[in-house]
């Protein structure tokens, strides 16, 4: 039995087996069945849940705004929007509807789990603001310290002492996930205020004068935040699907 045409490509027909073929010579074949199971399973635990049922009038209402807010009010320019994105109508109202189901359907999955994976990941959620003046001694370190604590500028003594490249921003670093941080510094961060000094810390081979200037805590009141997260725990979700799938491949 010949292989189904699965495209053709000016009036060349290209055979399913021969798509499966160019996959795995571009190395882009387990990716392809990757994103086939993925929707497999998400198609399945849509259709087969109860608890996800979407209103028809929100769906309508979405339609509605983009076209608005795309311009596409006029029925001939929406018509031809969609043959030109290689759609239609019933495509495009099934791929809106799909997309709250998924929506909702991350929510169910990973309602259960999130407030204990936050707890797990917070000490990487949180960030910290800090001012750095690095040189290559401790005795400069201390001596610029003293300097600061008798009144002197750290802006000014990051501008004029610091070798690290923030200097340019008096010293200024950008927010650090604290997880990402020296576990001396994170100690040093953790019993202290904004404001304040932390004494030099060697850092390979170099001493770093910090100032904490803020402090970021994470939380899941922060609908990025929770989003980013609902995403990851639904990506480990699903690769625990996949893993637990028996798949063949079958192009005859």
Known sequence: MESATFLTVNNQEIALAEV???LQISGRLGNFIND????????????TRTDIEISSALIEQTIIDFRLKNQLTDPQKFQEWLINNGTDYTTFHTSITFSFQLEKL???VTESKLPEYFIERKIYLDRVVLSRILVDSRELAEELQTQIEEGASFEQLAKEYSLADEKV???????ISRGTIPDILRGAVDAT???KLINPIEIEGRFALFRLEQILPASLEDPQLKQSLQNELFEKWLGEKIQNLTVKIQVN
Do not use: C, D, S, T
């Open 20 to 22: 499966v073929k160019y």
């Open 106 to 108: 991350k929510a169910l």
């Open 36 to 47: 086939v199971l993925r929707q497999h399973i998400i198609e399945q635990e849509i259709n």
């Open 169 to 175: 921003f008096n010293g200024m670093m950008g927010p």
């Open 193 to 195: 205020v904004p404001g």
